[in-house]
């Protein structure tokens, strides 16, 4: 099993390596590989290359490293997608060939607080509509919603069961969302989220925060979605100026 050794840095070699033994089903998702030791041993390298080369691995996702307990092949997002490109979850869901669904968790409408205000340049007076749900790819859960609407803007004929806010917002009141300001940030294990989307204890979420807006510029809808990053991945193209 010891690698072939080339002109590159042997740490290099060892990456392409375990990508390949990973791509070839040698290693398969989620599992345990051997010790560092063991792992050295087999390849002909040092334990310091073996190290270097893993430290590259986590980095790229490929791999997850937990103290204590050793080194895991980590799972391949299922859905990828450009932060560029404004997808509703549904559709993300649709575009890999699996089945959406929606978990109503809850709904109320409240007053607004200051930056509700400020996100809709509405009044105290208006109400904002919150809706808290989970939604599903062919059953199981992978993105913690809460979005967020001004009452005035929803249709009177608005449903529960139309899974894509932004469907019902476009069909049944007439504003079409045409593009959005997105933060994006990681987040460790959620005590409260992470149990919902039915998470391991070591798998880290993406938190979308989304304010949607009209081809008016009016502020539509804004969103914060929790997507488990074992099953999402986003990547942004930039161009040189």
Sequence with gaps: MSIKS???????????????DIEHGVY????KLPSEFDL??????????LREALRILEEEN?????????????????????????NSVTDMIKQVGMKPGTI??????LSPTDEDI???????GEEIFVMERVRTANG????????????RILPKTFSYEEESIFHILDEGANRRITYAVAQIEPIGYHERISPILECDPETALLVLKQMHFNELDEPILYSV??????????HVLRKRT
């Design 6 to 20: 080339d002109n590159r840095h042997l740490y290099l070699q060892v990456i392409d390596r375990l990508k390949q």
């Design 28 to 31: 398969k998702e989620k599992e």
């Design 40 to 49: 050295a041993k087999q390849l002909g390298v040092s334990r310091a290359t």
């Design 62 to 86: 490929v791999i997850i490293r937990r103290h204590g307990v050793g080194t895991f092949v980590n799972a391949k997002p299922l859905f990828t997608s450009g932060i560029e490109q404004l």
């Design 104 to 109: 109503f968790l809850s709904s109320s409408t």
């Design 118 to 124: 400020r996100r809709f340049t509405c009044s105290a």
């Design 140 to 151: 199981e859960p992978v993105v913690y919603c809460v979005d967020k609407v001004p009452e």
């Design 225 to 234: 979605n929790y997507f488990k990053a074992d099953k999402f991945s986003f």
